[in-house]
């Protein structure tokens, strides 16, 4: 059974910086597209961003040069590190675990509880 948990939420200020991680267990995570989804009250999800297997990586336009998705296939975690947070980034942030980028951005495969991540003015 696929167990992604994440981990690396809290409190910051706008301007800073939060790490999330994912680990996942249950699964050849090397063989997997990973990726990050956050939803805000009252917003639908969104993709922030992925990374495949090969290590090519997608980002949402809104966090495009500020957050770097990674992953340790050795530590079968992934990582997003958040920088020059913004209020508008606040959410719960989800670990996803897809066969394929496409399954990623379908919002199919595995998904984790989430972190909440808030960003004050």
């Known amino acids: 059974q696929v167990r992604l948990v994440e981990s690396g939420g809290g409190l910051v200020q706008a301007g800073g910086s939060l790490s999330l991680s994912c680990v996942a267990s249950?699964?050849?995570?090397?063989?997997?597209?990973m990726g990050w989804y956050r939803q805000a009250p009252g917003k639908q999800r969104e993709l922030v961003a992925h990374?495949?297997?090969?290590?090519?990586?997608y980002y949402a336009d809104s966090v495009k040069g500020r957050f770097t998705i990674s992953r340790d296939n050795a530590k079968n975690t992934m990582y997003l590190q958040m920088d020059s947070l913004k209020p508008e980034d606040t959410a719960a942030y989800y670990c996803?675990?897809?066969?394929?980028?496409?399954?990623?951005?379908?919002?199919?495969?595995?998904w984790g509880q989430g972190t909440q991540v808030t960003v004050s003015s």
């Open positions: 990374i495949t297997i090969e290590g090519s990586t």
């Open positions: 249950g699964s050849i995570f090397s063989a997997n597209t």
């Open positions: 996803v675990q897809g066969d394929s980028p496409l399954q990623v951005e379908n919002g199919a495969g595995y």
